[in-house]
T-cell receptor
C-alpha cells in the first residue's frame, strides 16, 4: 500500500492554464506538506497543514492555493501557470509538526510548462 | 531558505568502498535528519540524530554530529549499486517554527 500518493505523476500544460495536484496519505498523520524541487534539486517548503489548518505559508505566489478537506488530503491548485513553475512538486506527511518526526514523501508530480 | 550545504555535490566510487558525505548548517538545531532520494522518486528518511548525540548507527549507515562545528557526516560502508541516489540532510531550525531546512544534496554514484 502506498503511504503518500499524489496524482498526477506527470503534468504537461500550457502557460496560463490552471491545474491541480492531489495528495493523500494513509498513515494517519496529522501534518502534511507541499515542497517544490527545482532542476538543481533544491527542496523548498511551500505550505504545511496540521489537522487541516495552515501553519506554514512560505513566500509563494498567491497563484498557488493549497486546500485540505481533511487531514488525510492536501491538494494544490495553481492558477495562471508560468514557465518558472516547471519543477517537481512533492507532497509529504509526518505524525506532527515536531522537527524530530520523519517526513514521508510521495513520488512527486513533474510539472512542465510549455 | 536553504540552510544545509552538502559536500561534496557529487561523489562517484566503486562498489564495496565507503562513501562519506558532509552537511553543514548555520543555526542552532534540535535534530538533524538524513534522507535518500532515488532517481524519479520521493525522499526516504534514513536516520535522525539529536543535538545531544554525537554518533548514531543504523545498519551500514553511520552518522556523526558536531554541534560546535555545525556539521554532520553520513558514512555508508561497503557501498552497493543500490545506494546510488541523492542524499539530503535536513535540520529543524529552532527559529523557524520547527520546519525542516534542507540542504542541496549529494549525488552518489556507485560504480559496479
Amino acid at each position: 500500500d502506498t503511504a503518500v500518493s499524489q496524482t498526477p505523476k506527470y503534468l504537461v500544460t500550457q502557460m496560463g492554464n490552471d491545474k491541480s495536484i492531489k495528495c493523500e496519505q494513509n498513515l494517519g498523520h496529522d501534518t502534511m506538506y507541499w515542497y517544490k524541487q527545482d532542476s538543481k534539486k533544491f527542496l523548498k517548503i511551500m505550505f504545511s497543514y496540521n489537522n487541516k489548518e495552515l501553519i506554514i505559508n512560505e513566500t509563494v505566489p498567491n497563484r498557488f492555493s493549497p486546500k485540505s478537506p481533511d487531514k488525510a488530503h492536501l491538494n494544490l491548485h495553481i492558477n495562471s501557470l508560468e514557465l518558472g513553475d516547471s519543477a517537481v512538486y512533492f507532497c509529504a506527511s509526518s505524525h506532527s509538526t515536531l522537527g524530530y518526526q520523519p517526513q514521508h514523501f510521495g513520488d512527486g508530480t513533474r510539472l512542465s510548462i510549455l | 531558505s536553504q540552510q544545509g550545504e552538502e559536500d561534496p555535490q557529487a561523489l562517484s566510487i566503486q562498489e564495496g568502498e565507503n562513501a562519506t558525505m558532509n552537511c553543514s548548517y548555520k543555526t542552532s538545531i534540535n535534530n538533524l535528519q538524513w534522507y535518500r532520494q532515488n532517481s524519479g522518486r520521493g525522499l526516504v528518511h534514513l536516520i535522525l540524530i539529536r543535538s545531544n548525540e554525537r554518533e548514531k548507527h543504523s545498519g551500514r549507515l553511520r552518522v556523526t554530529l558536531d554541534t560546535s562545528k555545525k556539521s554532520s557526516s553520513l558514512l555508508i560502508t561497503a557501498s552497493r549499486a543500490a545506494d546510488t541516489a541523492s542524499y539530503f540532510c535536513a535540520t529543524d531550525d529552532m527559529d523557524s517554527n520547527y520546519q525542516l531546512i534542507w540542504g542541496a544534496g549529494t549525488k552518489l554514484i556507485i560504480k559496479p
